[in-house]
Nanobody, 123 residues
Framework: QVQLVESGGGLVRPGGSLRLSCAASGFTLDYFAIGWFRQAPGKEREGVSCIDSSGSSTHYADSVKGRFTISRDNAKNTVYLQMNSLKPEDAAVYYC????????????????WGQGTQVTISS
């Protein structure tokens, strides 16, 4: 079965760093773009970042640009989100999701989703 499993979430201080992982199974990651989304309590889900199947094209929300970096390791069937200089507003459940070969611009273009990993910013 197609699965995406997020990991790496946890509790971090403002200004700290965290690396999230999205491990894929049931399909070959090489052929798909993977996006990261997040949802905070009482807020709508928002796109954070995306990387296309080749790894040559990346996208970032303005709110995280310069602080977050998305990457992929196809040999490990895994996509990463390195989060630096974390802010309280970054606290959310983070999800990874599969698009087609290129990054979709809308949530509905991502057909498979992971269960999410919680990121908590202290204070």
């Amino acid at each position: 079965q197609v699965q995406l499993v997020e990991s790496g979430g946890g509790l971090v201080r403002p200004g700290g760093s965290l690396r999230l992982s999205c491990a894929a199974s049931g399909f070959t990651l090489d052929y798909f773009a993977i996006g990261w989304f997040r949802q905070a309590p009482g807020k709508e889900r928002e796109g954070v970042s995306c990387i296309d199947s080749s790894g040559s094209s990346t996208h970032y929300a303005d709110s995280v640009k310069g602080r977050f970096t998305i990457s992929r390791d196809n040999a490990k069937n895994t996509v990463y989100l390195q989060m630096n200089s974390l802010k309280p507003e970054d606290a959310a459940v983070y999800y990874c999701a599969r698009s087609d070969e290129v990054c979709g611009n809308y949530d509905y273009e991502y057909e498979y989703w992971g269960q999410g990993t919680q990121v908590t910013i202290s204070s």
